[in-house]
């Protein structure tokens, strides 16, 4: 039996467009299904979370933050769900997150890997004008933010098996010039 799902991951630096890309996908082959890691933050008052004393503030960076074995077993019922209407065709699932491939179970689901990286910099920049809830408090971006980023990312280059099967991509570059190779990957993929 041929395989009934094509599972395309997505992760990177916050605000290196991410979501846009995934939802972009997402629009661009409309029988897709999309599951975001962000649906999966614990409530701000639960006492998984990792209290950041001198910011009096929640580290949301980690994954101890997200119920990652409740999206892993969402995506596992994605993936065994009955077929409605059984066609040859390949489906598609979407898998987006800001730190998608610390989930080796997940990781492994992905057919494709995206990584999507900025400078600290750019990821400052767009970081600054998004809204959070809970808000962010100052000094969160420099303390907590970007160094939990560079600590995942080194993660997924050091570990050779999972670096081989990425694709880096600059999240500065024009998001259409991004998603005009993402698509063309993808339609090849399920051809």
């Known amino acids: 039996m041929a395989k009934q799902w094509f599972v395309v991951?997505?992760?990177?630096a916050t605000c290196s467009g991410k979501s846009t890309l995934a939802n972009k996908i997402h629009d661009y082959f409309p029988t897709s299904v999309l599951v975001c890691q962000d649906n999966y933050f614990l409530p701000p008052g639960d006492p998984r979370h990792v209290k950041i004393q001198e910011l009096n503030h929640v580290n949301w960076e980690l994954s101890t933050s997200l119920d990652m074995q409740k999206m892993y077993s969402d995506v596992i019922k994605i993936l065994q769900s009955p077929e409605k209407n059984p066609i040859d065709s390949k489906k598609?699932?979407?898998?987006?997150?800001?730190?998608?491939f610390e989930h080796k179970a997940i990781t492994d689901l992905c057919d494709y890997k995206y990584f999507l990286t900025l400078t600290k910099e750019q990821c400052w920049k767009r970081r600054k004008n998004r809204i959070?809830?809970?808000?962010?408090?100052p000094g969160y971006f420099d303390k907590i933010v970007w160094p939990e980023f560079v600590k995942y990312k080194n993660e997924v280059i050091q570990n050779n098996e999972l670096y081989e099967t990425v694709t880096f991509i600059d999240g500065s570059k024009d998001m259409e010039e991004i998603c005009e190779m993402?698509?063309?990957?993808i339609d090849q993929l399920l051809s």
């Open 182 to 185: 993402v698509f063309k990957k």
């Open 92 to 100: 598609l699932l979407i898998l987006d997150g800001f730190l998608l």
């Open 9 to 12: 991951g997505i992760s990177g």
């Open 132 to 137: 959070y809830e809970p808000p962010d408090v």
